[in-house]
């Protein structure tokens, strides 16, 4: 199998669930902008028309995008492991309604933050956006260390990653999500996923 890439994306949440699971795979670093593959120079765009990371290359040559559905299909690699919970149970539906609530509201939310052609209003309008979805997210994390209670799990991995672009945009995420953060960064395996793509740790 096979991580399509870049240093510190939003596919940094699947790296790290490969890392968590130690699940076999092999890494290709993309140039997103240019939207070719960096050892090659090739292009990226006949591999994944859709051109964004984060891109699976399956070994039978199927491919698959849309972070939620990589991460749920590797945690259904090892269930046994608890990174997503049981199927057909009331918290598996809440672990999807957090990567939903992930995917759409904050992911989509940087937009309006990181879009090379905004400018101070737009990065206002995001932050406007943005500002009551941590506050939400704060009230419901409460006195629990992750989003699922006691565990870190597949929804965790891809909200770190969104903090880490809220911070390093100074947005006023708060310090419960900053403990959350450390937390997270705490975790060996995120330490060691963080090493290899060659980025800081935030908290």
């Not at 795979?25 to 120079?41: N, P, Q």
């Not at 598996?92 to 939903?100: D, N, V």
């Not at 699922?148 to 597949?154: E, I, L, S, T, W």
């Amino acid at each position: 199998m096979k991580l399509y890439y870049k240093p510190g994306a939003c596919s940094l949440s699947p790296h790290i669930v490969f890392r968590e699971l130690d699940i076999p795979f092999d890494m290709v670093l993309v140039d997103h902008r240019a939207k070719t593959i960096v050892e090659t120079g090739e292009s990226y765009v006949p591999i994944n028309p859709k051109g964004g990371v984060p891109f699976f290359e399956l070994d039978d040559g199927e491919i698959l995008t849309e972070g939620a559905a990589l991460l749920q299909y590797l945690c259904d690699k090892k269930p046994e492991m608890g990174l997503m919970p049981e199927r057909g149970t009331m918290e598996h539906y809440r672990a999807l309604e957090w990567l939903s609530f992930i995917g759409s509201d904050f992911h989509k939310g940087f937009g309006w933050i990181f879009n090379p052609m905004g400018n101070d209003r737009t990065k206002e309008i995001g932050q406007a956006l943005l500002n009551p979805r941590f506050e939400l997210v704060s009230e419901k994390l409460g006195n629990n260390d992750y989003l699922m209670g006691d565990r870190f799990m597949a929804p965790d991995a891809y909200f770190y990653v969104i903090l880490r672009w809220a911070l390093g945009a100074e947005l006023p995420v708060g310090d419960s999500l900053k403990a959350y953060v450390k937390r997270i960064e705490a975790r060996p395996l995120v330490q060691k996923t963080l090493e290899i793509e060659g980025i800081d740790a935030v908290g």
